[in-house]
């Protein structure tokens, strides 16, 4: 498994890292690479460009100024990087890690890195500070969610000890996205007693007044409202199975929920009164009313308003 880590030093950044105790990762056979972004637009020169009085025109005391600036931003961020590095050697000392310090705009140089060292999944923090990366979600954190080929853990501070049982909550809807969802929970190593709540969001049409001056209309609304929460039942049933039949005898409670309403405020309101240490979503649903897990609609709206960590699935 290979992961890449976003990491700026701030607060938030560290959260998600001590936040992967939780996430039923291996602590063997990964390996991790922690990249600290420099937000500069003007790199210092090449190593082997030689500036002296011999130079045939005289440099701009502002670009020499700009210059010692970005190198120390990006001197600073190649101590962070290995800062964090160090971070996550301490929680899983099995794992192969390697750090980096990238320049540039942080959101464009991630997924960069992304597409160019392949990883199984991305973790970022929730929020960040400026200077070193604005991991804030709404803008760099959203922008790599939304735009990277894999998956993507927005961290947050778990609810519980690392050692003690975790509670994960798996948004379902029958779709590719939510089995590859399904599947990602099922692979990993939680903890015994750990629990799985799976979460159908129904969105049932309403009734209309028209519907009591016509009756046949409101009898079709019924109708239409019943074959969904046969769906959703259906939809729930197979879920459990599935995660009960891949977890196999680890020792973990699995069950399942259908709550009306739109799916961005269910599985945020459900994992809160669950204590969920985390949300998993897919990246893509399907096109029914029943939920639909859309990136850039519930699945960053949930990453944006959940108090636990959420990590959308993208199926490989």
């Known amino acids: 498994m290979k992961i890449l880590i976003a990491y700026d030093g701030s607060e938030s950044a560290d959260t998600g890292i001590d936040g992967l105790l939780r996430a039923g990762l291996p602590s063997q056979d990964v390996e991790a690479l922690v990249v600290s972004v420099a937000e500069v637009w003007l790199p210092p020169p090449p190593r082997d460009e030689v500036i002296d009085d011999t130079f045939p025109f005289q440099i701009p005391a502002g670009v020499k100024l700009a210059r010692e600036r970005a190198a120390r931003i990006i001197s600073q961020a190649e101590v962070l990087a290995e800062r964090g590095s160090r971070r996550v050697h301490r929680i899983f000392p099995g794992w192969v890690i390697s750090h980096e310090a990238v320049s540039g705009s942080p959101a464009f140089e991630l997924l960069n890195r992304e597409r160019e060292w392949g990883p199984d999944l991305i973790i970022t923090g929730s929020h960040g500070h400026t200077a070193l990366g604005r991991f804030v979600l709404g803008s760099i954190s959203q922008k790599v969610l939304t735009e990277a080929h894999t998956s993507v853990r927005v961290a947050r501070r778990a609810t519980g000890a690392g050692a003690s049982a975790v509670r994960i ?28 709540r799976v979460v159908v ?75 969920a240490d985390c949300i998993f979503t897919g990246a893509t649903g399907t096109s029914s009313r029943i939920e639909r897990f859309v990136l850039g609609s519930v699945s960053a709206a949930v990453a944006a308003r959940a108090h636990c960590s959420v990590e959308v699935v993208r199926a490989l």
């Open 201 to 275: 969001a129904e969105d049932l049409l309403g009734a209309y007044p028209v519907s009591l001056l016509i009756p046949p209309v409101g009898e079709n609304v019924d109708e239409v409202n019943q074959a969904e929460h046969t769906q959703a039942e259906e939809i729930a049933a197979k879920a459990v199975k599935e995660l009960s039949d891949g977890l196999d005898d680890r020792r973990m409670t699995v069950s399942s929920v259908i709550e009306p309403g739109d799916p961005k405020q269910v599985l945020v309101r459900h994992a809160e009164e669950f204590g």
């Open 169 to 196: 909550v798996v948004g379902v809807d029958g779709s590719m996205g939510s089995d590859a969802a399904l599947r990602a929970v099922a692979a990993r190593g939680w903890t015994p007693g750990s629990e799985v």
